[in-house]
């Protein structure tokens, strides 16, 4: 802000009549702070005259410009992915490669022994009908514990439906005695009214 009648901006650029520039001259001579103003105005002067000059663009760039647009390997990549078909063909693809590679590398399998002798296959048949035998007494146990299991469950659930339905008939029982009294009360003050009345005339 300057204390010159006159504006220092149009003083600097000129643009004041003669009268007023040579006023703001012998103002700005005695005048410390519009000297420093006037100083700042040369200064951004120069920082802009010292900035290159640039081009102004001729049209603003748009997203739909060539410019902008992915480039065909990308475009390719995005088709891709957003398609099931593709990737479903590429999954089977795989699969199908996966196996492959696992027949063609998984271990040559071993020559089998011969037959047992016939001793041999009665001892098998023995072991055999041993863990049949075992396997059907734990099966048969296990469903005998589960049963009995299951019973008590059974038989702890309806005791506890029992004491909840005693429960509420003892309540409605109370609920009940209750409404009899008031009744039985109201009805005792109804006579003792009457009998008032009656009295009374």
């Known amino acids: ?102 027949a063609l590398t998984r271990p040559v399998p071993q020559i089998s022994a011969p037959a047992p002798a016939t001793g041999m296959l009665s001892e098998r048949t023995a072991l055999e009908a041993d863990f049949n035998r075992r396997l059907n007494d734990a099966v048969q146990k296990a469903v005998a514990e589960s049963e009995t299991r299951q019973a008590r469950q059974t038989q702890e659930l309806l005791a506890a439906v029992e004491k909840r339905d005693e429960l509420e008939r003892q309540a409605v029982f109370v609920r009940v005695k209750e409404y009899l009294d008031i009744e039985k009360k109201r009805m005792n003050k109804m006579i003792l009214a009457s009998n008032d009345y009656g009295a009374q005339r």
């Open 1 to 102: 802000m300057n204390c010159s009648p006159f504006d220092l901006r149009d003083y600097y650029f000129k643009e004041l009549a003669e009268n007023e520039r040579r006023q703001t001259e012998v103002h700005v001579k005695i005048c410390a702070h519009c000297r420093e103003e006037l100083e700042r105005l040369r200064g951004t002067e120069s920082a802009l005259l010292s900035l290159p000059d640039e081009e102004i663009p001729q049209r603003i760039g748009f997203v739909s410009d060539p410019i902008f647009e992915p480039s065909a390997a990308r475009r390719w990549w995005a088709a891709f992915w957003s398609s099931s078909a593709r990737l479903g063909f590429a999954s089977a693809a795989m699969l199908s490669v996966a196996l492959v590679v696992f």
